[in-house]
């Protein structure tokens, strides 16, 4: 069973930036990809950033992008995302993601909170 632990969430100032992190283990097949979601009370699961595992090729939502970066980590199976510039409308609770093995997984979520 694929297991994916966030860390990393937290309280920040706009303006501010915040780096969260996900960690996979106990799987056997490869990673296909990797990648963050966001959610807030009452709505839906937004898509943020995705990476593609063994080419490194990375995909934004529009609201991320030049202000968001997806990397990935090889050796210790993780992925991060660093946020810059960040604003009271990024608060939610984010998501890692992971397709592996032709199924989707979910971690537990990190919330991040941007207020003043």
């Known amino acids: 069973q694929v297991q994916l632990v966030e860390s990393g969430g937290g309280l920040v100032q706009p303006g501010g930036s915040l780096r969260v992190s996900c960690a996979a283990s106990?799987?056997?097949?490869?990673?296909?990809?990797m990648g963050w979601y966001r959610q807030t009370p009452g709505l839906e699961r937004d898509f943020v950033a995705q990476?593609?595992?063994?080419?490194?090729?990375?995909f934004y939502a529009d609201s991320a992008k030049g202000r968001f970066t997806i990397s990935r980590d090889n050796a210790k199976k993780t992925v991060a995302l660093q946020m810059n510039n960040l604003k009271p409308e990024d608060t939610a609770l984010y998501y890692c993601?992971?397709?592996?093995?032709?199924?989707?997984?979910w971690g537990q979520g990190t919330q991040v909170t941007v207020s003043s």
């Open positions: 990476i593609y595992w063994s080419s490194g090729n990375t």
């Open positions: 106990g799987y056997s097949s490869s990673i296909y990809t």
């Open positions: 993601n992971a397709h592996v093995g032709g199924s989707v997984y």
